[in-house]
Structures are given as structure tokens and as C-alpha cells.
């Protein structure tokens, strides 16, 4: 993987984009790892643990985001801890 520490800003970046609509509806995410295979995990927190909307969140808005601002990240999962 590129040089790691980039992917790892543009994540954050990422997701700090992201951050103000989900805290309008009372959500918010915590990146959690970037494997070594490329997969971004996030912990969803407050009302984005039950969305029904969270999958788009992922899919459509943070990784399509990191996709084009970071081509070596492949898939976002959300994890539970």
C-alpha cells in the first residue's frame, strides 16, 4: 500500500466531511483500522448504530470519498466492538 500515513489523513479527512450531516440526525463514526488489504473499518456511534440509512452512509459517502482521494482503499466495513 502507498505510503500509509497519507491514506490515513485522507481517511480522516474523509471522514471529517462526513461528520457534520451524521451529527445533524445525532450519528458519528470513529475509524477504528486500514488493513493491510486496503479495507477502512469504522465504529458507527449514537443514532447511526440503528439507521436503516448507515449502509448508504458507508457505501455511497465515505467510500466513494476515500475511492477517489485514496484509490488504494478498496471497501469500508463498520465493525462493533
Same mark, same amino acid.
Given at each position: 500500500?502507498?505510503?500509509?500515513?497519507?491514506? %490515513?489523513?485522507?481517511?480522516?479527512?474523509?471522514? @471529517?466531511?462526513?461528520?457534520?450531516?451524521?451529527?445533524?440526525?445525532?450519528?458519528?463514526?470513529?475509524?477504528?483500522? /486500514?488493513?493491510?488489504?486496503?479495507?477502512?473499518?469504522?465504529? /458507527?456511534?449514537?443514532?447511526?448504530?440503528?439507521?436503516?440509512?448507515?449502509?448508504?452512509?458507508?457505501?455511497?459517502? %465515505? @467510500? @466513494?470519498? /476515500?475511492?477517489?482521494?485514496?484509490?488504494?482503499? /478498496?471497501?469500508?466495513?463498520?465493525?462493533?466492538?
Amino acid at each position: 500500500m502507498k505510503n500509509k500515513e497519507q491514506t %490515513l489523513y485522507k481517511i480522516e479527512q474523509a471522514i @471529517e466531511q462526513l461528520r457534520p450531516f451524521m451529527h445533524e440526525d445525532g450519528g458519528d463514526m470513529e475509524f477504528i483500522e /486500514l488493513t493491510d488489504s486496503g479495507i477502512v473499518k469504522v465504529k /458507527l456511534l449514537g443514532s447511526c448504530v440503528d439507521c436503516s440509512m448507515s449502509h448508504m452512509t458507508l457505501r455511497v459517502g %465515505l @467510500e @466513494e470519498a /476515500l475511492k477517489v482521494a485514496a484509490p488504494e482503499v /478498496l471497501k469500508v466495513e463498520a465493525v462493533e466492538e
